[in-house]
């Protein structure tokens, strides 16, 4: 991949968790979490653009308005036809290369970003993530980062047809043998896949707003390992939400639990 192409993070979002409904722009102290997330990512130093990618549905209204009042790129689409609303989003932005994350990450490392897409781009794959499905993940639910090339992405959005794939969006690179895809994955150091600080429920929120508690002052790049620091050294914060896993939210289709 070469080093000038334009590399684009797009962020889903919406307003209509099932779990926890609004989660997007619940706010820690007056910030809502969807700003801490992108003043994040804007640390990442191999990112051209970040869009906030919502739905057209009236309830994600609020995402846009959150967006053009906060000088945040965003788009629109599909509410359930994720992966159009992926590819329909690249094409508008003519992004070279994809960064996929979801809003519900909001302690997202850059550093983690920067290293994905430098995995991406020296590898030659076409998709690159350090959570995958199926693998023997070692990054905590809440630091996922898939980066994938818009070539790819244009395929997966001519070739899948499964509402499941359309909706998970990456599916068609990692899951289906017959896509061909060439796909890595970042590995860390150690093992930190049953540490958790992404917001999908009441105590997920609690989690973070703690963890941005102790992070106040602290450069969000390179700040996973202190994450995990904090959460080793308090584990009454940590046991919070152990009780919920990567992919719980899928139901009878999920496919990795811990």
């Known amino acids: 991949m070469d080093d000038s192409s ?54 994600d209204d609020q995402i846009a308005d959150f967006c053009n009042s906060n000088d945040i790129d965003s788009f629109r689409g599909s509410e359930n036809d994720v992966l159009s609303r992926y590819y329909e ?11 996929r994350l979801t809003a519900d990450c909001p302690l997202i490392d850059p550093l983690i970003i920067d290293q994905v897409i430098s995995l991406f781009k020296e590898s030659g794959a076409d998709y690159a993530a350090n959570t995958i499905p199926l693998k023997s993940n070692t990054y905590p639910d809440g630091s996922d980062v898939e980066v994938f090339s ?38 860390n150091h150690d093992d930190w896949s049953d540490f958790r600080f ?35 050294n308090n584990p009454e914060v940590k046991k919070m939400n152990k009780e919920y896993y990567s992919g719980m939210g899928w139901g009878k289709d999920r496919i990795i639990g811990k």
């Not at 809502?32 to 653009?49: E, F, H, S």
């Not at 997966?156 to 890595?184: C, G, P």
């Not at 929120?205 to 080793?232: F, P, R, W």
């Open 89 to 99: 989003c690249s094409m508008l932005y003519n992004l070279d290369v994809v960064v």
């Open 198 to 232: 992404t917001i999908d429920y009441p105590e997920d929120y609690e989690v973070v707003k703690y963890l941005l508690s102790q992070l106040q002052g602290e450069s969000a790049y390179g700040q996973l390992e202190t994450i995990v620091k904090i959460l080793e």
């Open 6 to 59: 334009k590399v684009g993070v797009i962020i889903q979002a919406r307003m209509g968790s099932t779990r926890l409904p609004g989660k997007v722009l619940m706010k820690i102290g007056n910030t809502p979490l969807l700003k801490i997330m992108v003043d994040r990512v804007r640390q990442a130093r191999q990112v051209a653009k970040i869009i906030v990618a919502t739905s057209t549905s009236p309830l």
């Open 150 to 187: 818009h070539s790819a992405l244009t395929r997966a959005h001519t070739e899948v047809f499964d509402s499941k794939y359309r909706e998970h969006v990456t599916f068609y690179f990692w899951k289906d043998q017959k896509s061909n895809f060439k796909t890595v994955q970042l590995l």
